[in-house]
T-cell receptor, first 115, second 117 residues
Framework: AQSVTQLDSHVSVSEGTPVLLRCNYSSSYSPSLFWYVQHPNKGLQLLLK??????LVKGINGFEAEFKKSETSFHLTKPSAHMSDAAEYFC?????????????FGQGTILTVHP | GAVVSQHPSRVICKSGTSVKIECRSLDFQATTMFWYRQFPKQSLMLMAT?????????EQGVEKDKFLINHASLTLSTLTVTSAHPEDSSFYIC?????????????FGPGTRLTVL
């Protein structure tokens, strides 16, 4: 079964500085991976998804993630943080087999952006 | 992406009453919808998979008789919390699955905050 590990429970950056949210996956096959963002008391918004078509995936709001098989990583980055980026971010694998379509959420990474 | 709505956005009810939450897919037909629950400062937990025209499948530990799911059409799924208790207070979020092979993606609703007094 697929699983992911988000290496940081909290990340704090200053506005205008780069953002790096780390995600490592564990899978015996090429996974399907998503990054979702959740603002306080809101539903989740899809930032981007990896489906093996391209290793560098560009998402909304200036975010991108690079799938690195050699490192089993799918880190989320953004060159310059905005205050509005403050939220919780989830790296989520798409289940396969009989659980196809189901998403298993880990604890996520809370991003704080300071002025 | 797809637009998913939930109604109500917030509900407060007395212990022992039942509450119905609606999840609507506004621009796509969704044969599969999911219901999640999120307790404060915790991550989302999948409760059940709602399949149009058939019975929902529940995750381990989720009581099917307490959380009634009806997926009567391709654009509407409802979750009814029966005989609600304070421990059922949570943020309930639905999602729809847009299937297309490798690009299968879930789109989430804005959530419903349930408070049981």
């Amino acid at each position: 079964a697929q699983s992911v590990t988000q290496l940081d429970s909290h990340v704090s950056v200053s506005e205008g500085t780069p953002v790096l949210l780390r995600c490592n996956y564990s899978s015996s096959y090429s996974p399907s991976l998503f990054w979702y963002v959740q603002h306080p008391n809101k539903g989740l918004q899809l930032l981007l998804k990896y489906t093996s078509a391209a290793t560098l995936v560009k998402g909304i709001n200036g975010f991108e993630a690079e799938f690195k098989k050699s490192e089993t990583s799918f880190h989320l980055t953004k060159p310059s943080a905005h205050m509005s980026d403050a939220a919780e971010y989830f790296c989520v694998p798409n289940a396969g087999g009989t659980s196809y379509g189901k998403l298993t959420f880990g604890q996520g990474t809370i991003l704080t952006v300071h002025p | 992406g797809a637009v998913v709505s939930q109604h109500p956005s917030r509900v407060i009810c007395k212990s022992g009453t039942s509450v119905k939450i609606e999840c609507r897919s506004l621009d796509f037909q969704a044969t599969t919808m999911f219901w999640y629950r999120q307790f404060p400062k915790q991550s989302l937990m999948l409760m059940a998979t709602s399949n149009e025209g058939s019975k929902a499948t529940y995750e381990q530990g989720v009581e099917k008789d307490k959380f009634l799911i009806n997926h009567a059409s391709l654009t509407l799924s409802t979750l009814t919390v029966t005989s609600a208790h304070p421990e059922d207070s949570s943020f309930y979020i639905c999602s729809i699955l847009l299937a297309g092979g490798p690009t299968d993606t879930q789109y989430f609703g804005p959530g419903t905050r349930l408070t049981v007094l």
